[in-house]
């Protein structure tokens, strides 16, 4: 009997013990300062993760965690940067937790659709990355930050005309997330007047600076280069006499063009295929080394004269090389001795493309991006609509 007694306890001693670890969970640690807050360490944390210094970042989220265990803006910070980090399921848990702790901390909703935009899992992950907006702006309709990722949400999943409400939507609140809106706003306004054609197109669109290799699949996939070349080519054909052949004589079979001989700089690159067709019909040259430079960013300068290269070829007028060679130049950064001072002086004719309405320059210089290399391919298609 005394020992049963003993036992139940014992038992009851060790549950108590438990109960009070799990009732009682990690202590806060005490402040060291008025301002050494959660709140605080937050608000520091979202700065850094925002410069991208990670490691800051984490170390304020860890002590507004630390000051507070159950202050929700430390797991939604946590889960910020193990999202960045790719860690998608334990950014999701803690993102869940700070939910958990606080239904109504809107941060948590719109960090919860920055993660399932960056993971991207499944067919509807753009639906379910909004359903964390909406919920945030049930809790506040006005709130910035909602639309902004929102747009986010739309632009990444090629949706720009969601995208562009979205923003729109935001630069009319004109507060703290207005600029960077208003940026993404005309962006995507640029993608949709370029209307890409083909997911790769969308893809390249994104893209701040494009290389040769993009271009290489923009004139492949939106401007259809291939099929236009072999529409518009003009044919030659020999119209001299010839005796009939026997029609007993053998033909030998016409030999098979020869294959290009391969790219040493492209041998494993993503666009290989691409960048092998457009050198074969001749849409873009290599190098005396024969070599592609498919990393090299195209600035305004070598689009122009990709572009006018292409026309002389599709039309046969050699004339278009040298037709503005000698005059004064239109552009006040471009001399008219400039190497693609021709090329571009094409181009605006042509109305492929423009100068600066407020100083008339060019930017010869400078990266095309590629909504910009859309737009001017839109506009190259329609001179070949009227030159043929």
Known sequence: MVKKYILWITIIAVIAILVGLVGCGPKPIEKESILDTPENHYSQGLREFNRKDYAKAIEEFERAKALDPKYPGAYVGIALVLAEQKSFEKALDNVNKAIDLDDKFIDAYIAKGRILTKRRKGDDWIEDAVKQYEKALKIDPNSEAAYYYMGITYKQGFRFRDAEEAFGKVVAMKGEYADEANKEWELVQKIVR?????????????????????????????????????????????????????????????????????????????????????????????????????????????FANIVQNILIDVTGDQSLATKYIGETSHFPDVPSSHWAYNAIALCVDRGIMKANTLDGSIGINKPVSGADALLMIRQFQNVLRMTF
């Open 194 to 302: 370029a209307a890409p054609g083909t997911k790769l197109g969308a893809k390249i669109a994104l893209i701040d600076e494009i290389d040769r290799a993009d271009l290489a699949v923009l004139l492949i996939e939106e401007l259809k280069l291939l099929e236009i070349l072999e529409k518009k080519r003009p044919r030659t054909y020999d119209t001299g006499f010839k005796p009939p052949e026997s029609p007993l004589k053998y033909k030998q079979p016409e030999p098979k063009k020869e294959l290009i001989e391969e790219i040493p700089d492209i041998k494993n690159h993503w666009a290989k295929n691409w960048i092998v067709d457009i050198v074969k019909v001749g849409g873009m040259e290599l190098t005396p080394a024969h070599k592609f430079n498919p990393d090299e960013k195209i600035t305004r300068a070598t």
